[in-house]
Each structure stands twice: as structure tokens, then as C-alpha cells.
């Protein structure tokens, strides 16, 4: 007799059908059981003698449904390749604990897989799967619904939005002793529209009024939108694809409406890979403007000349952490580094690094499920370790979800160490000109370095 499936288990098998595609496809059959991406992995690291966080363990839970209803070798010999289908909810939220709780879909394990099987592909299809049919986090529910309804992440409203940018705008101008330095919106045939992360209206506006300054003292002819200026996307995260082309439509229209020249996105890795790299794919969309962060931006105008720049304004100790969705995901590896040593005087390696280097641990979306608070927090071990061992006074990041995962991890390791962006350093290392047409070099300071780089 034939087992009896729930409506949600039988929908999501449908869904699996139409969801695989070439790239999950070949992750799905490439794996060969060596076991060599499991010591990649944080989680691994952090619960030693657990095989429930091992990536070809939690593979297993996505390959064997794979297995039992899309593969041929599933129906020849199901007990040989694993195959096994899902019927009760129970077993829903099952998966849902690794799926989520259990993977921050970093992807050090697929950079370290010889047969380059890329988990974090298929685990976003299925944390897809699961969306679909309502089982997720509940933290999950909650960002995902306000980037839907109100059309930013953290549910900023738009007169939230517009005062802090007029706030922020007159602190400048109080700074700065310049009622010139404006924070525009909506100036329409600009030649950078910049995009920005809630997270900077609701917790952190000083990272939108640095930016302002480095554009104002940079002479750029910028705009921000009040329309479709959230550049982060959930659509990465929870797996929903129509999220993700919803939000990436919407920055992308913005920029269109406002016939902007350039859209540059702030420090954000998930909302870079989201707008640059996933977006257009999401959207539907064809673009006829360039992206770039501002990482490189920033980078850019030095190079230029158009900002100058004192490292000695910037002397404690930095290290370099890079976000999995910045280094590993979009090959941003080298341009923050080149900033770093423009810009302050001690800058050191943490190791490992680049491609290789771990998780802030609040990555995918961790940071919004506190039901595995504790999980994250025991397998950040291995990044406090790594933090740890470089001495450093100030760990720098260019994403706002990994200031929050170290901030957090620092918090609770009780490490003496600050977390700052590259805005911030930039922006305390300006050298303020007295006219904007020229800037005067002096000993310490930067001004057209090498050739300016071209956009990524
Ligand atoms: S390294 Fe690749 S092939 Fe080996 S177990 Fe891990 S995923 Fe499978
Ligand atoms: S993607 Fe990252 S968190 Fe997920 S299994 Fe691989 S190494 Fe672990």
C-alpha cells in the first residue's frame, strides 16, 4: 500500500521537478562521497564527532528527494544511491533545521570540492522549496514580507527613509562648515544613482553621510532614489526567486526612471551579488547602465585625484575580513585591500583569507533566525580564532550582515577588537581641500596613485 503524503511534501516534490536546472543538476550528481569538503566547513569545525553538519550529510537531505523523483538511478536502485521521498510535515521541518539552521550557504565547502559540487546552490533551491510552502524560520517570514510590502528589508518607511537622508545631510553640513554639501534625491541624469542597505537608515547612518561626503568632496553628480533604493535582495537567501527579480526590478526601474548613468552599491555583499551579479537573471531585465560597489568607486577617485587621502589620520590596527558573497561569490578580493593600505597605516592579513576565508557566521540570512542563535554563536569559535590571532584593534568588512555576525561573535567571544567599513576609513582619512577644483598632496597623502581601475 502506497504511503499517504502531505499537501505540502506532495507540492514541493512538483516544485522540485520545475526548480532543477543544469547548475543544481550536476551538484546533485557530482558528488562522489570523498568527504573532502567536510572540514571546510565552520559548523564542522565548531561541533567536532557531529556527522549532522557535515556538507555531504546535509547534501544528503536535498540529493536523496533529488534521487527518489528526478534521477534514473533512483528508480533502479533507490537503496544504492540514497533515494528517499518526504511525506509528513514532521519531515519538512526536518529539513528545514539544516537546511537553514545548519548552512549559511557560504560556499568554502564547493571552493574546496574537487568535483565542484556548489551546496550552497542547491541548498538555496531548497530553502526555496520550503518557502513555497511556508516552512521557514520565522524571521525568515518577517523580512521576506516587509521587502515584499514595504519594499525594504527592515521596513523603513518612506518618511523614516527621507528624514534620516535630510538629517544626515545637516549634520554634514554642520561638520563640515558647508551649507553646499547636499544628499540628493531623485535629481534626475546623474551620473552615479547610489543604492544603499536599510540597515544604514535604521541602525547606522553615519555610513550614508560618509559616502555623502566622500561624493560631495569627489565632485561627483550623484542622486539617491526614493524609489527602489534598498539594494539588498532576500530573494538570496530564502531561495525565492520571484523575490529576487521583484527587488532587483525595482532598484534597476529606479535607476531607469531617474535616467541615472552608473548605479553604485554601498558596502553590502549579499545586496552586491544580489544587484550585480543574480538581478539581472532574477529581473528579466537587460541593462543599459553599469554597477559597481563602492568599494571600488572609492578606490576610483583616488586614482583619479578627485579625492586625497591621509593614512596617518587612520593609525590603529586593521585586519580584513572578507564577505563570503563579496570575495568568494563576485571576486572582490583585491580592491578593498588596495583601499585598506591607502587609508590607514597598519593593515594586516587575517589568515585564512580571500577565497579561503570562513564565515562571519551570520551569513544567509543568519542573522534572522534566532532559533539557531546559539548554533551560529558556538560555530563563530573558528572565526573568533581567526580574529583573534591578528591582533588587530579593528576588523574591517565591507557588508552590513557581517558587521552584524562579527559585532555579534565579538560580543560573545568578549574580544577587544571594533568593527568598522571601508566608508569609514576612507571618510576619516580625508584630506578636506580648501577649494574643490584641487587638492594639494603632502607627504602622507594619496592622489592619483596608479591608473584608475576599470569598473567591476
Ligand atoms: S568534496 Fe565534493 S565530491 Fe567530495 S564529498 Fe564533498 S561534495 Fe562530495
Ligand atoms: S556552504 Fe558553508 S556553511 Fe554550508 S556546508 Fe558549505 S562550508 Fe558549511
Request: net charge negative; charged share 25%.
Amino acid at each position: 500500500m502506497s504511503r499517504r503524503r502531505s499537501h505540502k511534501a506532495q507540492t514541493i516534490i512538483e516544485r522540485l521537478k520545475q526548480k532543477v536546472n543544469r547548475q543544481t543538476l550536476l551538484s546533485l550528481e557530482a558528488c562522489v562521497h570523498c568527504g573532502l569538503c567536510t572540514d571546510q566547513c565552520h559548523y564542522v569545525l565548531a561541533n567536532p564527532g557531529d556527522p549532522t553538519y557535515a556538507p555531504p550529510y546535509k547534501a544528503a537531505k536535498i540529493r536523496k528527494l533529488f534521487k527518489a523523483h528526478i534521477d534514473w538511478t533512483g528508480r533502479f536502485a533507490p537503496w544504492w544511491v540514497g533515494a528517499k521521498s518526504v511525506f509528513t510535515d514532521e519531515e519538512l521541518e526536518e529539513m528545514k533545521d539544516t537546511i537553514f539552521g545548519k548552512c549559511t550557504n557560504c560556499r568554502r565547502c564547493s571552493i574546496n570540492c574537487p568535483m565542484g559540487v556548489d551546496m550552497a546552490t542547491f541548498n538555496r533551491m531548497a530553502r526555496g522549496l520550503l518557502v513555497h510552502v511556508g516552512v521557514m524560520p520565522e524571521g525568515v517570514a518577517v523580512v521576506a514580507k516587509d521587502q515584499w510590502e514595504i519594499g525594504n528589508q527592515m521596513g523603513v518607511l518612506p518618511e523614516d527613509y527621507a528624514e534620516t537622508l535630510s538629517w544626515m545631510e545637516e549634520e554634514l553640513q554642520t561638520e563640515y562648515n558647508d551649507p553646499t554639501i547636499r544628499i540628493p534625491v531623485d535629481k534626475p541624469d546623474c551620473d552615479v544613482v547610489y543604492t544603499i542597505n536599510p540597515r544604514e537608515v535604521k541602525y547606522d547612518p553615519r555610513t550614508i553621510a560618509e559616502a555623502a561626503a566622500i561624493f560631495h568632496f569627489a565632485g561627483e553628480n550623484w542622486t539617491m532614489s526614493s524609489q527602489g533604493w534598498d539594494m539588498t535582495n532576500f530573494g538570496l537567501f530564502n531561495g525565492d526567486d520571484d523575490l529576487g527579480g521583484a527587488v532587483a526590478r525595482r532598484v534597476y526601474e529606479s535607476v531607469k526612471a531617474l535616467r541615472g548613468k552608473k548605479l553604485v552599491i554601498s558596502e553590502c555583499g549579499h545586496g552586491y551579488r544580489s544587484t550585480r551579479c543574480e538581478g539581472p537573471n532574477w529581473a528579466k531585465m537587460d541593462l543599459d547602465f553599469p554597477m559597481e560597489s563602492s568599494v571600488i568607486t572609492m578606490l576610483r577617485y583616488i586614482h583619479e585625484g578627485k579625492i586625497a587621502v591621509d593614512k596617518t589620520k587612520n593609525t590603529e590596527s586593521v585586519t580584513f575580513h572578507d564577505s563570503c558573497n563579496n570575495a568568494r561569490s563576485c571576486g572582490l578580493f583585491e580592491e578593498p585591500r588596495e583601499l585598506l593600505n591607502l587609508v590607514c597605516t597598519d593593515f594586516r592579513e587575517m589568515y585564512p583569507n580571500r577565497a579561503e576565508n570562513y564565515c562571519c557566521t551570520g551569513g544567509g540570512g543568519a542573522m534572522s533566525m534566532s532559533e539557531y542563535s546559539a548554533r551560529r554563536l558556538k560555530s563563530a569559535k573558528i572565526k573568533a580564532d581567526q580574529l583573534k590571532a591578528t591582533g588587530a584593534q579593528i576588523v574591517v568588512t565591507s557588508c552590513h550582515n557581517c558587521v552584524d555576525g562579527l559585532s555579534d561573535l565579538i560580543k560573545h567571544y568578549k574580544l577587544d577588537m571594533k568593527v568598522k567599513q571601508l566608508v569609514n576609513l576612507v571618510a576619516g582619512a580625508l584630506v578636506i581641500p580648501e577649494s574643490t577644483d584641487r587638492v594639494e598632496a603632502s607627504e602622507n597623502q594619496v592622489i592619483a596613485a596608479d591608473p584608475p581601475k576599470e569598473s567591476a
